[in-house]
């Protein structure tokens, strides 16, 4: 295991869920309505490691500086990235085993 270097960078992307109406007042807690995330008990297998509809996809490269990192979180901070409607984010991470 002392060979294996990370590739490329690193991947991260969601999954979105829908604004739904409600059963209960909205106004009472000022937020919208989403639907059932989908992982409310264990998910199996192929829910776990599969995204379905991945959106928002973005790129952190291993190439580029810490300035440059820095900016694109920051970015997506500032656009709310991640919020109330996501039902999951994936963080992928090319890896390559020399041995």
């Known amino acids: 295991l002392n060979f294996n270097r990370m590739i490329y960078g690193l ?6 869920s829908n604004q ?3 059963l209960t ?3 009472f ?3 919208h309505c ?3 995330y989908g992982y409310e008990m264990y998910p199996g297998v192929y829910e776990g490691f599969s995204t379905v509809n ?3 996809e ?3 490269y291993s190439a580029d500086d810490l300035s440059t990192i820095t900016a694109i979180v920051g970015q997506k901070a500032d656009e709310k990235w991640v919020d109330s409607f996501t ?3 994936e963080i992928a991470i090319p890896m390559f085993n020399g041995e």
């Open 20 to 22: 739904t109406s409600c």
């Open 25 to 27: 007042v909205s106004s």
């Open 58 to 60: 973005f790129m952190l």
């Open 87 to 89: 039902r999951k984010v």
């Open 54 to 56: 991945p959106q928002g």
């Open 29 to 31: 807690s000022g937020k």
């Open 11 to 16: 991947r991260f992307r969601q999954e979105r």
């Open 34 to 36: 989403v639907g059932g």
